[in-house]
């Protein structure tokens, strides 16, 4: 069982808007900064977006994050055929002096 | 360019110990907070472990799962990260990933990741 919640799968056609959310509590995203990852399998995860909405440089703007209360959400618009990967919200966690993942959500582009 | 290169995985049984690397190099070590992160098989990533910078004081944080087993050490001469593990588990079975986040003069962040050394603990 995770500290942060997130949706199993999501899934989405080409050109689509997605959102996956990731639901916490006060001592993880109510006080901290939510961070996004995307994982292919095989390959090493990649940061999508660091404190709650910024996007690392080469990020594409399709990609944007958003957090309210202990609950943030990452939306992908335009989808692709490529964004088909494994994604996973993380926050430190103030309680728990440590940082914490989300399960991860499988998101298929169908 | 910044790499990260782990390498000290492999088959252990239970109860054994084992003690990763990582070679870091393209970037300042000295002032990197490192991190250990895993994925297990099927299993979706945990974080293990990370250990501050020098100038920040140098300590370790664990995971609970691992905290008192696992001990993260640095060699800020070699630019080489460590991850000591003993009494291992069938449940520390996983691929294990060092990371680092830089931040630029503006803030900007940047992660990078190691390729990843598969860990199998089983008897």
């Known amino acids: 069982q995770s500290v942060l919640t997130q949706p199993p799968s999501a899934s989405g056609t080409p050109g689509q808007r997605v959102t996956i959310s990731c639901s916490g509590r006060s001592s993880n995203i109510g006080s901290n900064y939510v961070y996004w990852y995307q994982h292919l399998p095989g390959t090493a995860p990649k940061l999508l977006i660091y404190r709650n909405n910024q996007r690392p440089s080469g990020v594409p703007d399709r990609f944007s994050g958003s957090k309210s209360g202990t609950s943030a959400s990452l939306a992908i618009s335009g989808l692709r055929s490529e964004d088909e990967a494994d994604y996973y919200c993380?926050?430190?966690?103030?309680?728990?002096?440590?940082?914490?993942f989300g399960g991860g959500t499988k998101l298929t582009v169908l | 360019e910044v790499q990260l290169v782990e390498s000290g995985g492999g088959l252990v049984k239970p109860g054994g110990s084992l003690r990763l690397s990582c070679a870091a190099s393209g970037f300042t070590f000295n002032n990197a907070w490192m991190t250990w992160v895993r994925q297990a098989p099927g299993k979706g990533l945990e974080w293990v472990g990370r250990?501050?910078?020098?100038?920040?004081?140098?300590?370790?944080d664990y995971a609970a799962p691992v905290k008192g087993r696992f001990t993260i050490s640095r060699d800020d001469s070699k630019y080489t990260l460590s991850l000591e593990m003993n009494n291992l588990k069938t449940e520390d079975t996983a691929v294990y990933y060092c990371?680092?986040?830089?931040w630029g003069a503006g803030m900007e962040a940047a992660d990078y990741w190691g390729q990843g050394t598969l860990v199998t603990v089983s008897s």
């Open positions: 990371t680092t986040l830089i």
């Open positions: 250990i501050k910078s020098r100038p920040d004081g140098g300590t370790a």
């Open positions: 993380a926050a430190w966690d103030d309680s728990l002096s440590g940082w914490v």
